[in-house]
Structures are given as C-alpha cells and as structure tokens.
C-alpha cells in the first residue's frame, strides 16, 4: 500500500471517530476476510477500506464524505455480482447489510425494508406474519440489487419481477441528501438501481402466502440430448393450453453426482395444494423423474433448501441471451452444448420464461425487455480455480451460438445482472433499457451530473 493509501485510510479512520456507530474495517482487522467476501472467487481487489453504515444519515455522511476527499466509492450488499464488481481497487466499500430492517403495513400490503437486506432475512421476516415477496431464490443475495435491476424470481408469472414489487424509495444521492425518490426517478431505478444514489430503503409489494409447493424435478438424463428436447415440446404443448400463473418453473442443467443432469424447479405459489399437485404430475409426466424434492414448504425453508445446490462462488462470468422461443433450432443448440458443459459445480444453466404477471406490468420501469421471452442463464464458473477457462470456453461459444439464429427470435436485449460489462463498452444503452435509455441517462444527469456513483452498474460512461 502507498502512502496515499494509507494516509486516506488514517484520515477516514480520525474522521469516524466522532461517528462511532458506522464500522470501520482495514485489511488487518480480525474480520476483514469474511466481511470481504464475494460471490466471485476472481475478485483480488483491495478496498481501501470497508464502513458499514447503521443507518440512512451514516450512508449520507459517507458519500458526503468520500465525494469531499475524492475518494471513490462502491456499494455492495450481498456482493452476488457475478463479476466482482462490488469491490474495486482501492475504493472505499460501503457495506450495507446492517441496514437490514422490515417494517410491514398490512393495511397497504407493503414493507418498508432498509437497502441492505438479504434475501433469506427478508423471506424470514416476511413468513412471520404469514406474507411473502417476490426475491431471488439464493438467500445471501442482496434485495435491492436483485430487485432493482429486474428481479428474475420464482413467482413472477404470479406476481411479477422484482421491479415490479417497488412502490418507493428512499435514496441518498451524490450531495449526502436524502429524499424520497418522486413518481419519474422511481420508474427509473426501477432498472437501472442505485446509479442515481444509494437506495437506502425500499418499500414493496407483499402478499398472503404461508407456504408453496416447491422443489427440484430431475428427470432421467442418460440422453441429456432427448430428454431437453421432448421436455420443451411437452411443455410447449402445455404452454399452448395455457398454464395458470402460480406455477413457475426454471428449467436446469446442474452437475451432480450422478453427472449432467436436467430438471426444472417447480414452484407453485399457492396454498392450494390440490391444484398444484395436479399441475406436478403434469410436469412430471413431460420426461421419467429419477428425483422428486417437491413439496409443501415454507418459503424460508425452501431457500435455506436450495442453498444446497448453488455455491456459495466461483471462478469465472455468467452469460445471457434472451431468445423469444424455444424452437428446435435453439433446443438443439443448448443440447449440443449440455455435453460439453464441465463437470465443475460451478457450471451450471438456467432458462427463466417471462409470461403471466411478469409481462403485464403497470407500474413503470426502465426495464427494457417486456416481451415474453426465455432468459438464458450461463454460468461459466468453476469451483476449482483450473476449471476456470475450461468454463469460461463452454459459455462463451454457447453464448456466441446464439449469434447467428432464426432473425427475430434472438432478443437484441440483455440483462445487466448476468452479462459481463467489459463486452459491452460503446453499445447501445439500449440493449439494458430498450426505448427507455435516453430517460435514463437525462436522470442520471439531473441527479448525478458528476457521476460520483461511477462504479454503480450500469457504467454509463461505457455506452458513449
Ligand atoms: C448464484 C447467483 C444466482 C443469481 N440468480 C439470479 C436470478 O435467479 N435472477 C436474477 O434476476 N438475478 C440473479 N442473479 C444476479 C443477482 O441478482 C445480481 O447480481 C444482484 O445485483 C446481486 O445483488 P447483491 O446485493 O447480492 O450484489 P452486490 O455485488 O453487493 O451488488 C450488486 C450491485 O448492486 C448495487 N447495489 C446493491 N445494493 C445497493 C443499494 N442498497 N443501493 C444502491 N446500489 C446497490 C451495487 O452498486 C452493485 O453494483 C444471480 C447471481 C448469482 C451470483
């Protein structure tokens, strides 16, 4: 460390000191390690340091601060951004997960929740008064961030994206103010999340759901190939007939120890469990099941469930394409490429469709990709460091595939939460925002002109 770093560091360090609620941590406190941590297993950066605010003045105080001594600034919550880039060298961390509040209003069917909460406390605080929310089904993910970039989560046929779900929000913007955003910033970070401040509190959406029938389905997959293929005609099959909106279903390509297996994780977000059942054995009968963990849960146990089959990181990107249907030619595509997936834990796939409530929303965003469509979700990642480029091979060529299919069936969209920022410097906004990109950068410049929240996503200054 130079001396500017350090002196930065003493400096920040004298300057709490008459602010001793906000926790400062160096790379020499006992618990830096742990406190550091990230999804991605590539993040080497050093913070300069790390400060984790107590509340939405602390938060203020801090950007006022940082922007004062020219010192940069990230914010991260649940650090699940697949690419590292919540923290960056020498910039300060801005840790929110001590602002982890829920206040609910079960008059207006809403919570009032602090920008720093986790998934699983939220669906934890939500089932004790018998309510639950739309959320990523990893439970050490951050709310906000999942939420306010779109919010792919298992009940969205039923009640929409994350985006969706945001009916205010409290932000603390680049002069240490804070304010409540007004109906044009809303619609905006509802998409584009916290380039305009830090969203230091949402209030969202909440709705009567004590349990769901919810679990992994994995079929035979001694021909990974057939069983793709005839599952996507069965389910389109059923699809034409119409499927209720309580049922999502993600379909998966995951290494176990059987090998490369496919399946789908069926959620029904309901109570009625007779109704579910009988949409289970249809989904059931689109392939032979070899493993059934469907069940009636709580939505808490159902995360804390699948924590089992995510790592906690990995080496390596995500990757996404956004394709309107599943053709033949796009199932051949992805099944071709089901054989050369590595065997490491950390590769994975996943399709997210977009139908039900997640296509007719009205409350307004900025998120650009409404149309109903398959999110493809690549996980080029590998537990085990050497695995890395083997990963990165197989997603990268699936995701380059896609480039040359059917005109019109490949979306020219993308979904900033998977897709490496890197790829993308001088491409249209567009492809994040659709039609809306140009509101998007007018707000950034009314309340942000500085851009002293850079390192937020998305980096506006690489679509110039
Ligand atoms: C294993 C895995 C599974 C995933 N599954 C899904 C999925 O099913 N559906 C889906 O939609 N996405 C999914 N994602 C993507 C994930 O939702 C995004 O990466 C999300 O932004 C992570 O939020 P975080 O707080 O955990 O991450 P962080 O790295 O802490 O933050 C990510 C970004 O959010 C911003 N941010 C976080 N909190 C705040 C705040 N309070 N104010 C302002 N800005 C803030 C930060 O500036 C940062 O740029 C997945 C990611 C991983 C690694």
Do not use: C
Not at 409 to 419: G, M, Q, R
Request: proline share 5%.
């Amino acid at each position: 460390m130079g001396n500017a770093h350090n002196s930065k560091v003493a400096a920040l360090e004298s300057f709490l000191k008459d602010h001793p609620y906000i926790k400062f941590i160096t790379s020499s406190s006992p618990d830096y390690i742990s406190l550091r941590a990230v999804f991605s297993l590539d993040s080497t950066a050093t913070p300069l340091a790390i400060v984790r605010p107590q509340s939405a003045s602390d938060v203020a105080l801090l950007v006022s601060y940082a922007k004062s001594n020219g010192i940069k600034f990230v914010i991260r919550t649940g650090g699940h951004n697949i690419f590292g880039l919540s923290i960056v060298e020498g910039a300060l961390t801005i840790d929110m997960r001590d602002i982890s509040y829920v206040n609910i209003d079960k008059q207006s069917s809403t919570a009032r929740i602090g920008g720093g909460i986790l998934e699983g406390e939220l669906v934890e605080q939500l089932a004790k008064e018998g309510l639950a929310t739309p959320t990523a089904s990893v439970g050490s993910i951050g709310h906000v961030g999942w939420a306010t970039y779109g919010g792919y989560g298992l009940f969205r046929s039923n009640f929409g994206l994350g985006v969706d779900q945001i009916v205010a929000a409290k932000i603390a913007d680049a002069k240490g103010a804070i304010f409540e955003a007004d109906e044009r910033l809303l619609r905006s970070i509802r998409g584009a999340g916290g380039i305009f401040g830090v969203i230091v509190e949402l209030t969202i959406k909440v709705y009567p759901l004590k349990a769901i029938l919810a679990g992994s389905l994995f079929y035979d997959s001694r021909d990974l190939n057939a069983i793709f293929r005839s599952f996507n005609v069965g389910y389109q099959a059923l699809s034409a007939k119409g499927v209720p909106p309580q049922l999502t279903l993600n379909q998966v390509l995951v290494n176990t120890p059987h090998g490369r297996t496919f399946g789908v994780i069926f959620i029904w977000s309901s109570e009625d469990e007779a109704t579910g059942r009988h949409w289970l054995k249809k989904v059931e009968a689109l392939g032979t099941v070899v493993m059934n963990m469907v069940a009636m849960t709580s939505i808490p146990d159902w995360i804390r469930g699948a924590a089992r089959f995510t790592p906690t990181g990995f080496h390596g990107e995500g990757r996404t394409r956004n394709i309107r249907q599943m053709t033949a030619e796009v199932t051949d595509i992805i099944a071709r490429s089901f054989e050369k997936m590595p065997t490491d834990p950390g590769s994975m796939f996943a399709i997210h469709d977009m139908r039900g409530a997640a296509l007719n929303s009205d409350i307004g965003s900025v998120f650009g990709t409404r149309d109903p469509h398959f999110l493809l979700e690549i996980l080029g990642g590998a537990v085990v460091k050497e695995n890395r480029e083997q990963a990165l091979d197989w997603s990268t060529s699936l995701w380059q595939d896609f480039k040359h299919i059917e005109s019109g069936n490949l979306l020219p969209s993308t979904y900033i939460s998977l897709e490496p920022p890197d790829q993308t410097p001088g491409d249209p906004l567009s492809k994040i925002f659709g039609s809306n990109d140009q509101e998007v950068r007018n707000l950034k410049g009314e309340y942000d002109p500085e851009d002293v929240f850079d390192l937020a996503l998305p980096k506006l200054k690489n679509y110039l």
